[in-house]
């Protein structure tokens, strides 16, 4: 027997664990095992055994493979099933799917992984019919292919201009609630791995100097250079800004002036008393509906009998104080 066609006992005493296991056992499994992927290598499963469960032909064995399956094989065939089937649910949960993205063996990630590579015509086909939901799932998945995002952030694979204006900025939200933005670098020590990592952040950064100089795309970007980990290179800040200055044509600040009238009710400067008290009994005559038309000398005579109140007090305080 080859290598290639070897499977180990581990392997088999688990397939046939699964194989008669009821769903929710299966669920659960998988569920605790997308929790260690990436962490310890697992040998007890492969492709084979996911195939076997597959052929249940069970829709909630469908959704938990979709989700925390292992390998991209098994993930490729759900997401062609979901479109046979008119499934949006499965494909969401294959697009969620970070497991296959962390293990050690795998050789493609989302969404090279559910396409065959040697149909390179599918990838875009999809993208022209795209929903906003499967948008939202792809591009907050942080196992996404870096070179991919990076290809398809600087408008390099063709992709970008695939989508109308609405999609585009989903994409932007979308990866704003992706932590990959804001992540330094933590894989393997793998200089190409890594120069790819670095480079998400520069070319998001470089969009700055691409995208329309439109409110819509200026609060979308805003945000996602607010979470995005600062690493510009051959970036000059100013002229960016300058970019973004966007200044209103004249015919714009023209204003034909009007008589004016008070919209917003008064109100006093808070530093002058008797404008204070003016505007007491202004709201004290709208409450009565009575307009007295004499402010000031309300005012004065207020002001006068407050002076002989405080007169009166203090002449019987010094009455009570007088001793022979």
Known sequence: MSDQNYRSTQILIKEAELVSSSNDYISNYYL???????????????????????????????????QYCLFHETARKLFEKSFVDNNLTLRLACLSNTSFGRTRWGVYELPLALFDQSNKEALKAWFTTISSKEIDALFRNETIDDSFLTDFISFDNGLWNVLD??????????????????????????????????????????????????????????????????????????DVAKRWNIVEPEEKKKVIAEPWEPIEPFSPPQTDMTQQIAYMIQLLEEQRDEKTGHVTEEIILYLFLGIFVIFVVDTFVKTGRYSR
Not at 33 to 59: C, F, H, P, Q, Y
Not at 169 to 196: F, T
């Open 32 to 66: 605790n095992l997308s929790k260690s992927v990436g962490k310890i290598e697992v040998v007890d499963l492969d492709s084979e055994t996911e195939d076997k469960l597959l052929l249940r032909n069970d829709a909630f064995i469908d959704i938990t493979l979709a």
């Open 165 to 238: 204006e609405v999609k585009q900025l989903q994409v932007l939200h979308s990866i704003y609630y992706n932590s990959r933005v804001g992540k330094r670098y933590e894989g393997p020590m793998d200089g190409y791995a890594e120069y790819l990592h670095g480079k998400l952040f520069s070319v998001i950064w470089d969009l700055a100097k691409k995208l329309p100089v439109e409110k819509k795309w200026a609060s979308a970007l805003g945000n996602l250079l607010e979470k995005t980990y600062d690493s510009r290179y051959e970036f000059d800040s100013l």
